[in-house]
C-alpha cells in the first residue's frame, strides 16, 4: 500500500526558506510522479509543482517560480519541494500526492498534508 509523509514545515519569516519532504512507502518511487499541491485558508487547493519518474518538472502555479524548485532521491524513496523566499500567501497546507509515471496522470495517493505559515 502506497504511502506519502510530508515533513519539514513550520513558521517562518518573510524572506526565509524550508525544504518540504515527501516520504514515499509501498512501492518503488522510481515509476511514480510525485506532485506538491497546497491549500490556503479558505481557498482551493492548487497545484505547486511536479517531478516526473523521469525527474522532469511542472510547474503549475506561475506564483512560485524562481522561488520554488522541486528533486528526487530515489535511493532515499523522498522527494522534496525547496521554498526560497517565502511570502505570507505561500501560507498553506501542503501535500503530496504520487501519480504513476507523468505528473499528468491520476494523483491516486496523497500525503495528510504539513502546515507552512510565513509570518513575522
Do not use: H
Not at 512501492?27 to 482551493?44: M, N, S, T, V
Not at 502546515?115 to 513575522?120: E, N
Amino acid at each position: 500500500q502506497l504511502q506519502l509523509v510530508e515533513s519539514g514545515g513550520g513558521l517562518v519569516q518573510p524572506g526565509g526558506s524550508l525544504r518540504l519532504s515527501c516520504a514515499f512507502s509501498g512501492d518503488i518511487l522510481d515509476y511514480y510522479a510525485i506532485g506538491w499541491f497546497r491549500q490556503a485558508p479558505g481557498k482551493e487547493r492548487e497545484g505547486v509543482l511536479c517531478i516526473s519518474s523521469s525527474g522532469g518538472s511542472t510547474n503549475y502555479a506561475d506564483s512560485v517560480k524562481g522561488r520554488f524548485t522541486i528533486s528526487r532521491d530515489n535511493a532515499k524513496n523522498t522527494v522534496y519541494l525547496q521554498m526560497n523566499s517565502l511570502k505570507p500567501e505561500d501560507t498553506a497546507v501542503y501535500y503530496c500526492a504520487a501519480a504513476f509515471d507523468y505528473c499528468s496522470g491520476y494523483m491516486s495517493v496523497w500525503g495528510q498534508g504539513i502546515q507552512v505559515t510565513v509570518s513575522s
